[in-house]
């Protein structure tokens, strides 16, 4: 085939994916014709939950703080009975309370007081099997710690400790521990892989481990049909769905044995100085997953977790394509994150979609991805005008700022993902994004954006930003990208700028270190209408290079600083 013949084929099946992308869009995931067009002049709004002043005492129904009764009937009578009543506030003093799972109900707002800790029982005997979701897939789980459904106007605030004892359910790798504390979880009972890498808290979470068993709700199964595989269901410590007007500020939320808090489906969502801490090595102990919600406010939060830290979600794959029910309309501000795989993230489950969310004023320490945008061919899923401002971060293990539609890790819960290159209901589409005023002091890499030949990632514009890292920026498949007044700062400048089959690509006001090896390298036969402008390429020692089919005129570099 001839270049002339591949360049026109590759127009026909670009125009084909636009039009295609473009039907997706308006079909799942774009907003009502009246719905309000949301900025940073028009936030979205939030509805808090207001409650009775009535207080009811655990301890009028029998809860004692010693460290030892079980206190789970006690608390749950507390809170219906503050429910029938028309709710109110039921308090948990000072005082250690161990207590197996508890169940919210509407109107009542669970108050922590200050010197408190709720500690939820080792003994998995007290926790039911029942229908829950994991990753985003209906699925058989331990019951939550903490629990909700289908509720309206619920609180758990206060300056108190809700503690998962996450420990006595997750298993652990040894490289993930000292040898002080790899010899202390061998001493505390479970069993060890054969191969003695990893430590199980039971021989039948080994077993379903290694046999690699679903929980998967499947084929007519119910949660009563996995009994031989309980200790492998690790529950999320706090659970809503399908509630409104949720909030949760003050408390400490710890130790969970996977997610620590998860709302599901809730409409007018607040989470307000809460605390989330996750050990480094918690499997899937992500911090907070907003999963297909609406009109949600996260502020002055601060995580240090196992896994993802701030979280959006809609659904996995053909299930949560056909829940349909996009995460949006929302705010994330004044939030601190140390450990976490990513501060602020989306995906990889955002079959439902993700739009209108506005992020600002966080600050980022220490987290292997600061921005994080993730999916997979089969997914679907539309994720969109989302907006990034005044974020602070600080020795970032990997990129900055990451987009990546290659991310793909194999469950026993996966079904079968059509990964064909062409464009259908399971293409994820990541457009129409903005972030400014971004400084990062430390990372492996500053921007990294990868799409799909077939669906590229596309409209992102970042303006006002100084990123220091090994390595600069990486395009790969990604359309209409825009900087504008960035500067980078490189310990490696070969190239500053890589591209792969990258189009209309803006760079405007770049700056980079003197002397610098190549300032950009377009790789690529489909790479076109690449622009820098008002950048002082005399400063590198190189200006460009092509390889891979890319032509210097897919490249324009306008004369002047």
């Known amino acids: 085939m001839t270049y002339k013949i591949r360049i026109a084929a590759f127009a026909l099946v670009a125009m084909g994916y636009c039009n295609i992308a473009a039907q997706f869009a308006t079909a799942q995931n774009s907003p009502r014709a009246n719905a309000p067009e949301y900025s940073w002049s028009n936030l979205p709004k939030i509805q808090q939950p207001v409650f009775r002043k009535d207080t009811l005492r655990i301890t009028a129904f029998g809860a004692v703080p010693d460290g030892h009764t079980l206190n789970t009937r006690a608390i749950n009578q507390a809170i219906e009975s503050c429910s029938k009543k028309g709710g109110g506030v039921v308090l948990v003093p000072a005082g250690l309370w161990i207590t197996g799972p508890v169940v919210l109900k509407s109107n009542v707002n669970l108050h922590l007081q200050e010197g408190s800790l709720l500690l939820f029982t080792t003994d998995k005997s007290q926790y039911a099997i029942t229908e829950g979701f994991y990753e985003g897939k209906a699925a058989a789980r331990n019951e939550s710690p903490i629990s909700g459904k289908d509720l309206e106007n619920v609180a758990i605030t206060g300056k108190g400790i809700v503690d998962g004892n996450g420990d006595v359910w997750r298993a652990v790798n040894k490289n993930q521990l000292t040898e002080p504390q790899w010899k202390e979880k061998i001493e505390s009972g479970g069993v060890l892989k054969d191969d003695g890498k990893v430590w199980y808290p039971s021989e039948q979470f080994k077993k379903a481990s290694v046999e690699n068993k679903s929980m998967l709700l499947t084929g007519g199964k119910k949660p009563g049909d996995f009994t031989d595989i309980k200790d492998f269901l690790r529950p999320n410590l706090v659970v809503f769905n399908n509630c409104?007007?949720?909030?949760?500020?003050?408390?400490?939320?710890?130790?969970?044995?996977?997610?620590?808090?998860?709302?599901?489906?809730?409409?007018?969502?607040?989470?307000?100085?809460?605390?989330?801490k996750n050990p480094e090595y918690a499997h899937n102990g992500d911090g907070m997953d907003i999963e297909s919600c609406k009109n949600f406010l996260i502020e002055g939060c601060v995580l240090d977790v196992g896994d993802d830290a701030i979280c959006i979600k809609s659904g996995k794959d053909e299930e949560g394509r056909k829940r349909g029910i996009p995460t949006e309309n929302g705010i994330i501000r004044n939030n601190i994150v140390y450990q976490g795989h990513g501060g602020f993230v989306v995906g990889s489950e955002m079959s439902g979609g993700a739009r209108n969310i506005f992020v600002e004023q966080c600050t980022f320490m220490g987290t292997d991805k600061g921005l994080r945008f993730k999916s997979v061919r089969g997914r679907g899923g539309v994720v969109e005008k989302i907006f990034a401002r005044n974020i602070n971060m600080k020795d970032i293990k990997q990129e900055a700022i990451f987009f990546d539609l290659y991310y793909f890790v194999k469950f026993a819960t996966d079904g079968e993902r059509d990964m064909r290159p062409v464009v259908n209901e399971g293409t994820p589409v990541f457009k129409d994004m903005h972030f400014e005023n971004i400084v990062c002091n430390g990372a492996t890499k500053g921007v990294f954006v990868r799409g799909l030949p077939e669906m590229p990632v596309r409209n992102i514009v970042m303006e006002n930003m100084v990123l220091s890292a090994e390595t600069g920026v990486e395009l790969i498949d990604a359309d209409k990208i825009s900087f504008k007044q960035v500067k980078l700062i490189t310990k490696h400048s070969k190239p500053v700028i890589f591209t792969d089959n990258a189009t209309n690509i803006t760079i405007d006001g770049l700056q980079?270190?003197?002397?610098?090896?190549?300032?950009?390298?377009?790789?690529?036969?489909?790479?076109?209408?690449?622009?820098?402008?008002?950048?002082?390429?005399?400063?590198?020692?190189?200006?460009?290079?092509?390889?891979?089919?890319?032509q210097e005129k897919s490249l324009v570099i306008h004369e002047g600083k």
């Open 512 to 550: 980079y270190n003197d002397h610098s090896e190549t300032l950009i390298s377009v790789t690529g036969e489909r790479s076109q209408n690449i622009n820098i402008t008002h950048t002082d390429a005399s400063k590198a020692k190189k200006v460009k290079e092509f390889s891979k089919g890319a």
């Open 244 to 276: 409104k007007k949720v909030l949760l500020e003050g408390v400490t939320f710890q130790n969970s044995a996977a997610w620590c808090l998860h709302p599901l489906m809730v409409q007018d969502l607040t989470i307000r100085n809460v605390r989330v």
